[in-house]
């Protein structure tokens, strides 16, 4: 069993930043690519970053330059640093983890970005 457990979510005015965190645990072996999405009311879930374990990292469009992910193998933990928020951010944010051929998803956690 593998279980992915977020943390870092919360209320920030637009052009702050958070910092979101994202640990595996149980039954891991080796975690290939690690991501992070986001779901925001009525839309589907879509990919905001992805790391791949030798370091190969994608973002989606509408936030490059402001995010960077990151992962520290030694501690089965992805983070995500956001900066310059905008309201259009506003979504509830999962992590991904790709473990062999089987990928997992945490609980989600919610950022709101008030004007």
């Known amino acids: 069993q593998v279980r992915l457990v977020e943390s870092g979510g919360g209320l920030v005015q637009a052009g702050g930043s958070l910092r979101l965190s994202c640990t595996a645990s149980?039954?891991?072996?080796?975690?290939?690519?690690m991501a992070w999405f986001r779901q925001a009311p009525g839309e589907q879930r879509g990919l905001v970053a992805t790391v791949t374990r030798g370091g190969n990292i994608k973002y989606g469009d509408s936030v490059k330059d402001r995010f960077t992910i990151s992962r520290d193998n030694a501690k089965n933990t992805v983070y995500l640093q956001m900066n310059s928020l905008k309201p259009e951010d506003t979504a509830v944010y999962y992590c991904?983890?790709?473990?062999?051929?089987?990928?997992?998803w945490g609980q989600g956690t919610q950022v709101t970005v008030s004007t």
């Open positions: 149980g039954s891991i072996y080796v975690i290939n690519d």
């Open positions: 991904y983890a790709l473990i062999r051929s089987n990928y997992y």
